[in-house]
């Protein structure tokens, strides 16, 4: 904790930059969305869909949080992808405020561990423990914290259950007292700096693993090929890259029923968020081995 941060008075205007860490499907995204209480940030069911920093920000009239939401860490398989993600989480911690470290309630083991071993010591560290609404005796709770402060110094401990919505006023109250005192960084009514195009990039790729469940694997991902505005009309061209032609088999489903699903759902969700009509096109292509190669994660924006 900062001098800064202890001393100022409670009325003062409060604003900086939170980062979001945890090991993947502890519910970083879910948290995001609604300590933002709209839906930017990725949720699946599955580990691992959130590749990008993504920042979400939320204002009101005493404070202003840029939540920067990172990447699951993967430990095991580390190849091209996973290691611009690992350089994606640590890069995002230099220049954040206040550090959120999520875990799932009862759950704690190496993996957790070594994520905690890279947050800093210089600046408050929270602990949140969600997915509390799985927990029937809260006596648990008490203990499974108290095991964890024993690794590290948290400068406090927020028990919140991110699909419920409970404790997230709590939370935004805890974190606001460890922010500097200082004026908006963003409009007032910005809610993430991320441009249409990634954001529609975002919302295809989830509709992706929402429809295709564990069936797919993880190295799917999508590129936004087009994204012009006709009058008010936006038009997305979106590719849906995948590894193998048996997965754009699952993806296209019976005469191609899946990806039309698919893609009336994204346009729907994109229509919502951009506040105005979309005309989406999509397409599904086959590159082989593209997770391992560094030349075309580059073409990403990964590294
Ligand atoms: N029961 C319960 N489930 C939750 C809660 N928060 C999130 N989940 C579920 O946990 C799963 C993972 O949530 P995400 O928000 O995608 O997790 P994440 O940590 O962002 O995952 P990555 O993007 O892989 O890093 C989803 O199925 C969520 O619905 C919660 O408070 N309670």
Partial sequence: MTEETTNAPDDSYRSGYIAIVGRPNVGKSTLLNHLIGQKISITSRKAQTTRHRINGIYTDDHS???FVDTPGFQLKHLNALNRGMNRVVTSSLR???VVMYVLEALRYDERD???LKLLPDNRPVLLVINKIDEVADKGQLFDFAERIAKDFKFADIVPVSAKFGKKIEELRDTLRSFLPEGGLI?????VTDRSERFLASEILREKVFRFTGEEL????SVVIEKFEMDKKLRR??????VDKEAHKAMLLGKKGEKIKEIATQARLDMEKLFDGKVFLEVFIKVRSGWADDSRILQTLGYE
Wanted: charge should be negative.
């Fill in 217 to 220: 694997p993880y190295s799917v």
């Fill in 236 to 241: 997305i061209s979106a590719a849906i890259l």
């Fill in 64 to 66: 202003q949080f840029v």
């Fill in 113 to 115: 561990q070594e994520v």
């Fill in 186 to 190: 963003y409009d007032a009514d910005d």
């Fill in 95 to 97: 220049d954040v405020q």
